[in-house]
């Protein structure tokens, strides 16, 4: 193979971005789903103690201003601690969410939520109010949901039981409701759902989530309005002094930026290259030939013209864009915990930067998938010197585990898994 290295790259800022996409876009050819670095909550509230219930109130909230399906609304809130009373921060980049959380605080703080009665009132109202914003996005779990019930309900090599094909009338039954608020209800209301768990456990794959696994997910999916708003109005039922008197701030996202332009060092071995210490060199040419061996299509050529296409726009991910805000301007967190809220388990790249940042923050439950899209949070602000020296700090980090991650990757010939589902799901106890 051919190795062009071209001129050097002068600038700074560009040579730490070309330093970060290659690995991630090699990463992302090779093996984007990484799995889950870090353990996901519980679902429901069986945790007692108030930083577990604190977390997952930040992340429900979240989670009711996320309206659509993929990354276009994902929201992340953050709560500053002041003696006047709390300050949410929502960071998003649409700003429905700004109004619809506005309602939410000021009917959770407002409203007399001690008796379970009044609170099964109260999931209701908010549950309904926020399925009412996010129609397409029920919509779609419902599509997905009979997609994988069409997969699993003709398995080539396994005879259903009786209780099975029950089951999957019933699923049929409940992915057909066309009305949203009806079907999320019914949802909750499953009666099979612990027949639905049993076949899903039973069907573990090694290499990434099952046909059954993905049923039972959308199921849980759908039961998602009710479970979230129980988490927020529970939780304000139990902690209502951390409302009072509550402010609300939003953090616009920044616009997308575009790759790095290609240059006449983007090709697979210069990359590669770049990615190993000076004593391990001579690796190069092995590595080149093992990435040749695991796939059938040419990494080389892929690389380089996806590097180089101009179709890739790169987001800033609300998590670590609400982080990089606390830390900058040495915001106290409530009870000092230092947790970002999000509507979805965070990434692969978000995961690696909050891990290496020198803030100390809490690790975020984490889906693991490499995005080639990410970008890092600070660069709309890097003109300013102690800003630039923490982006370097941070990503420098990131990017070593990222490398050492490719090699990794490449040596032992991992096979391609199947993606996670950004969204977490687990079991789920109706509101009594
Ligand atoms: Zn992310």
């Not at 709560?79 to 921060?89: E, H, I, Y």
């Not at 939003?250 to 006449?264: E, V």
């Amino acid at each position: 193979m051919a190795q062009r290295t071209g001129p050097p790259r002068r600038d700074a800022m560009q040579r730490l971005l070309h330093r970060f996409y290659e690995p991630l876009q090699l990463l992302w050819m090779l093996n984007p789903a990484r799995g889950q670095c870090c353990p996901a909550p519980a679902a429901g509230e069986q945790s007692s103690d108030f930083l577990g219930r604190w977390r997952r109130f930040l992340d429900a909230l979240s989670w009711l201003c996320d309206f659509e399906h993929g990354g276009k609304t994902v929201s992340s809130v953050a709560v500053q601690a002041l003696p006047s009373g709390n300050r949410f921060w929502l960071c998003c980049g649409h700003e429905a969410a700004l109004q619809h959380l506005t309602w939410m605080l000021s009917l959770l703080e407002d409203e007399e939520l001690s008796l379970p009665s009044q609170q099964v009132r109260a999931i209701s109202t908010v549950a309904v109010t926020t399925i009412s914003h996010s129609g397409d996005k029920v919509k779609r779990y419902a599509r997905e949901l009979s997609r994988y019930i069409a997969k699993v309900a003709v398995p080539s090599d396994v005879e259903l039981s009786t209780e099975t094909r029950e089951m999957l009338r019933a699923l049929d039954q409940l992915a057909s409701l066309s009305d949203a608020e009806e079907l999320c209800l019914e949802a909750v209301a499953f009666a099979h759902f612990d027949s639905l768990n049993g076949v899903a456990e039973a069907s573990i794959r090694l290499d990434g989530p099952s046909d059954w696994s993905l049923v039972k997910h959308f199921v849980v999916r759908l039961r998602s309005w009710h479970q979230k708003a129980a988490i927020a109005v529970r939780f304000a039922g139990s902690f209502r002094s951390l409302l009072q008197d509550h402010t609300i701030s939003w953090l616009p996202l920044p616009p997308s930026r575009d790759m790095p332009p290609s240059d006449a060092k983007t090709n697979l071995m210069s990359a590669l290259k770049r990615m190993l210490k000076a004593d391990e060199k001579e690796r190069v040419s092995d590595l080149c030939q093992a990435m040749e061996d695991l796939r059938s299509f040419n990494f080389d050529q892929v690389f380089q013209e996806s590097y180089s296409s101009g179709r890739l726009s790169l987001a800033v991910h609300s998590e670590v864009f609400l982080l990089e805000h606390f830390h900058e301007e040495g915001l106290f967190f409530v009870q000092n915990d230092r947790y970002i809220g999000c509507s979805k388990p965070s990434c692969y790249c978000c995961s690696l930067y909050m891990r290496y940042h020198p803030g100390n923050f809490v690790l975020r439950p984490s889906h693991g998938t490499a995005w080639v899209t990410w970008s890092p949070p600070l660069l709309s602000n890097c003109d300013a010197q102690e800003i630039r020296q923490r982006n370097l700090f941070v990503m420098n980090r990131v990017i070593e585990h990222l490398r050492r991650d490719v090699v990794n990757e490449i040596e032992h010939r991992f096979a391609r898994r199947r993606r996670q589902p950004d969204s977490t799901s687990g079991g789920y106890t109706a509101p009594s």
